[in-house]
């Protein structure tokens, strides 16, 4: 089935710099994408989302970039910070009822000081 | 403080046994997911469930089966637990299109001896 995936599993930073994670997908009928966090012990949570007729999103810190062309999905983060380190995954879904997220399989964030 | 609670953080069973984990969510969500998580893997659906007595397959439907006899409630079912069920298992809820977030719980280590 087609999924979502990202290109690396691991990233190292340090702390200050920015960071970008890169998500791809396959699904071209995906309007709506999310990025979580996940820390250790925890279960994911949400950070940012996009709509497909968007190209960009801003959060605090947080910025999602979206590529339908080539279908590719960034996350980055300013300014980053030990507490950022986690592992982050992207989903998506498509605007119909019943329709469960399709996640990727994660990139861990480390961040050192 | 909106939440998804699953029953157990921790759990042990022998194989063939068989195991149940409860999920409740107090959103009135619609939509609710179990997803198994193994390193390198990322996220994979096992079921989920887009309204009360109904369900659908998920990518990993082997092996599991689902009850949703209240909509607050979204019970994941082992029939014969084998090691290679060993895995966190997360569950997770979200509004009838998806949109917005979906809300997860914070996890059951399951393992399978």
């Known amino acids: 089935g087609e999924s979502v995936g990202l290109h690396l599993p691991t990233l190292s930073v340090q702390e200050g710099d920015n960071s970008i994670i890169n998500c791809a997908y396959s699904n071209s009928a995906s309007d709506y994408f999310i990025w979580y966090k996940q820390e250790s012990g925890k279960g994911p949570q949400f950070i940012i989302d996009i709509r497909s007729n968007m190209d960009k999103r801003q959060g605090q810190r947080v910025t999602v970039l979206l590529n339908k062309t080539v279908k590719h999905l960034s996350l980055q983060i300013a300014a980053t910070q030990p507490g950022d380190s986690a592992v982050y995954f992207c989903a998506e879904t498509f605007n119909q009822a019943g329709t469960a997220l399709i996640f990727g399989k994660g990139t861990t964030l480390s961040v050192s000081s | 403080d909106v939440k998804v609670t699953q029953s157990s953080r921790y759990l042990v069973k022998r194989t063939g046994e068989k195991v149940f984990l409860e999920c409740v969510q107090d959103m009135d969500h619609e939509n609710m997911f179990w997803y198994r998580q193994d390193p390198g893997l990322g996220l994979r659906l096992i079921y989920f469930?887009?309204?009360?007595?109904?369900?659908e397959k998920g990518d990993i439907p082997e092996g599991y089966s689902v009850s949703r006899e209240k909509k607050e409630r979204f019970s994941l079912i082992l029939e014969s637990a084998s090691t290679n069920q060993t895995s966190m298992y997360l569950c997770?809820?979200?509004?009838?299109?998806?949109?917005?977030?979906?809300?997860f719980g914070q996890g059951t280590r399951l393992t399978v001896v």
């Open positions: 469930s887009y309204d009360v007595k109904m369900k």
């Open positions: 997770a809820s979200s509004t009838q299109t998806g949109r917005g977030s979906a809300f």
